[in-house]
């Protein structure tokens, strides 16, 4: 996991490397510090040389089902002989009878998560889904779905899953899914056939992309599986208690793109997932209080009484978003969601501070106030800003 068992095969080579017949050899070597690099460049994590090595195999069909077992933390006795993989193939595979035959809860205290192994599954799946789909086999086309929805059933199924997909490593390798891979500036040289000569790179002129040119994120049918699996992921920590060792969910949601993504694709992505999680707020009528459908997850942190200033926060959220730029929602359908979330608190019974949802009201309304009203259009949306200020 460490890597500090690697490059054992150069141990004591230094009276190799310091041989002064390799220079005879036409083999110079840097004896200050030659050996030292060689031993630092080798001690590299294991899952993150799994992490390079497998998406180049996706063809073979028992990783998946090796890659799972590692998850669990169980050995492997047989491979499985199919290619299909669902839960029942996963659980059969790992305990030998179905999840009827055999329950959850007598497999829990055998179970030792690796979040490690569900980063390289995860990656795996992002080499399915931007990869040329003509060039895979008929039964690797839907693969990326099924892995996304194991995981998606092993986590509702085994609480204990829940925080490992509450971290910032399986949150980003889950984002991650939806952003194309990086392109080797080497092979896309390669690949368009340029050749520049050597004296004129430096008269180069770079000319950036529009926001059309860029990539933008996949269109695969995993697309909505990922979306819908961070929503319930978020929707799930509404319940739990943010201390200040770790970092709100939706913190880390929002923070898990790529690095090397561009601002379209992030913008892309975090509008996609606060509006679904906006939809899914009203929808669920999370602040109502004993009647609202909030899932309170089975975990030791988990309360009903969390759950509104988690949404106070994620609100706030929103609106951060929303001047920043990164959020390409209506700005008035941002202001129509805040003012029924307060509709909906007002309805909860008891004492409730509505303070911190007045104030992402009043950032919401100075947001639309101090557009630009050079066209009608922009005119009449401080307009229509106004007329609800005095309606609401």
Known sequence: REGTCNGGWLRHTEQVTHNKMAVVLGCPVNSSSGSDLKSEGLNIPGFQHLGWLLPSHLEVSEIYFLLTALMMGQPVKLLPGETKFDLDTVWAFLWGATVNNQPVSSVTPRINFCSEAVVVLLSMARAMIHCDQNLLPDWLKNHAISIIQ?????????????????????????????????????????????????????????????PIEEYSLTSHPARQSIIDFIRVIVVDSLSLSVTGKSSPVIDLVLDACPENSTTTQQTCYQTEVLVTLMDHLLAADMLVGDQAAIPIVP??????????????????????????????????????????????????????????????????????????????????????????????
Not at 154 to 176: D, K, T
């Open 299 to 392: 975990l030791a942190n988990a309360h009903v009484q969390h759950v509104a200033p988690n949404v106070f926060y994620l609100t706030a959220r929103i609106v951060d978003k929303l001047w920043q730029g990164s959020l390409t929602k209506d700005p008035h359908e941002v202001f129509d969601f805040i003012v029924k979330l307060i509709g909906q608190a007002k309805r909860r019974s008891g004492n409730f501070s509505l303070e911190c949802l007045y104030h992402c009201l009043n950032r919401s309304i100075l947001f639309l106030l101090s557009r630009p009203t050079e066209t009608i259009a922009d005119q009449m949306s401080v307009l229509e800003a106004l007329h609800k200020l005095t309606t609401n």
């Open 150 to 210: 194991v995981l998606f059933q092993l986590y509702h199924n085994l609480p204990e899953f829940m925080p490992i997909f509450m971290s910032a490593e399986v949150l980003g390798a889950l984002a991650s899914a939806l952003f194309p891979p990086p392109i080797n500036s080497s092979e896309s040289a390669e690949s368009s056939g340029a050749s520049t000569p050597a004296e004129e790179t430096e008269n180069m002129i770079m000319i950036p992309r529009s």
